[in-house]
């Protein structure tokens, strides 16, 4: 089973600064794809960074020079430096990975629980 715990989230002023991490743990071979995702409350869950194995990373254009994602192979990790934040940036925070869990090379999603961002003064 995998697990993906992330941690970070909180209350922020405008224009402030947050990291979140999210880490997988369990039994599996390898991640590919690891990301973020929010949904504020009322819409739709949207995309908004995602970073490849090689550490090629895809941002939406509402956070495009505010949020850096990385992440680190060997921990399993994936972060995001979130700047210069505004109260639309409120949502609960989801981390993604497409994890290969056995020997076939599929890759299968896995979600995080969600940590909750708050951008308000």
């Known amino acids: 089973q995998v697990q993906l715990v992330e941690s970070g989230g909180g209350l922020v002023q405008p224009g402030g600064s947050l990291r979140l991490s999210c880490a997988a743990s369990?039994?599996?071979?390898?991640?590919?794809?690891m990301g973020w995702y929010r949904q504020a409350p009322g819409k739709q869950r949207e995309l908004v960074t995602t970073i490849i194995s090689t550490g090629i990373p895809n941002y939406a254009d509402s956070v495009k020079g505010r949020f850096t994602i990385s992440r680190d192979n060997d921990k399993n990790t994936v972060y995001l430096q979130m700047n210069s934040l505004k109260p639309e940036d409120t949502a609960v925070y989801y981390c993604k990975a497409d994890v290969r869990v056995g020997i076939p090379l599929i890759f299968t999603p896995y979600w995080g629980q969600g940590t909750q961002v708050i951008v308000s003064s």
């Open positions: 369990g039994r599996f071979f390898s991640i590919n794809a």
